[in-house]
């Protein structure tokens, strides 16, 4: 392990820099929640955001389940980081939130990574000679850069 990555492990920190900044603006916006609890004992709870955020859509309503891991907005289930309607919903049962965070967002985790000895990519001569099928793009399939995009109507 490099000198880098010993000062990151002695530093404290032990969630990655990516989750912290996810989490701060989660909890910022977690505190204009409020929080109906329906089944506590299940962990489910109904989520009201009370002022507009600057997300481009309305005041939303959310349902939250602690123990499937779900709540409505989708962006728990996508980025495996619990979103504010989650942070909220925890916070009114005083649990606690960062034990959602899986290990993948550890820095420990990540360093591990780079534990193991990566071999160098032989020069290309050296490459096995390749014997599976070759595939070939599709010019029509090209996104155009400028202008409208390429017609795909079949006209008649
Ligand atoms: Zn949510």
Same mark, same amino acid.
Request: with cysteine; hydrophobic share 30%.
């Given at each position: 392990?490099?000198k880098?990555?010993?000062?990151?492990?002695?530093?404290?920190?032990?969630?990655?820099?990516?989750?912290?900044?996810?989490?701060?603006?989660?909890?910022?916006?977690?505190?204009?929640?409020?929080?109906?609890?329906?089944?506590r004992?299940?962990?489910?709870?109904?989520?009201?955001?009370i002022?507009?955020?600057r997300?481009?859509?309305?005041?939303?309503?959310?349902?939250?389940?602690?123990?499937?891991?779900?709540?409505?907005c989708?962006?728990?289930?996508?980025?495996?980081?619990?979103?504010?309607?989650?942070? =909220?919903?925890?916070?009114?049962?005083?649990?606690? #939130? +960062?034990?959602?965070?899986?290990? !993948?967002?550890?820095?420990?985790?990540? /360093?591990?990574?780079?534990?193991? =000895?990566?071999?160098?990519?032989?020069?290309?001569? #050296? +490459?096995?000679?390749?014997?599976? !099928?070759?595939?070939?793009?599709?010019? /029509?399939?090209?996104?155009?850069?400028?202008?409208?995009?390429?017609?795909?109507?079949?006209?008649?």
């Amino acid at each position: 392990m490099g000198k880098r990555h010993a000062s990151i492990l002695t530093s404290g920190h032990v969630y990655t820099e990516t989750c912290i900044n996810f989490m701060k603006l989660e909890i910022s916006k977690s505190n204009n929640h409020r929080v109906d609890s329906f089944d506590r004992s299940n962990h489910t709870f109904m989520v009201h955001e009370i002022i507009v955020l600057r997300e481009g859509r309305p005041i939303g309503h959310f349902s939250v389940n602690i123990s499937n891991k779900w709540c409505d907005c989708g962006k728990y289930e996508a980025k495996h980081m619990p979103c504010s309607h989650v942070i =909220a919903a925890c916070f009114s049962i005083q649990y606690n #939130y +960062w034990s959602l965070i899986p290990d !993948v967002y550890k820095v420990e985790t990540v /360093l591990k990574v780079y534990d193991e =000895a990566f071999q160098p990519i032989p020069n290309k001569r #050296y +490459w096995p000679q390749y014997e599976g !099928v070759k595939l070939c793009h599709n010019p /029509l399939m090209q996104r155009v850069k400028k202008g409208r995009p390429k017609s795909k109507r079949i006209r008649t």
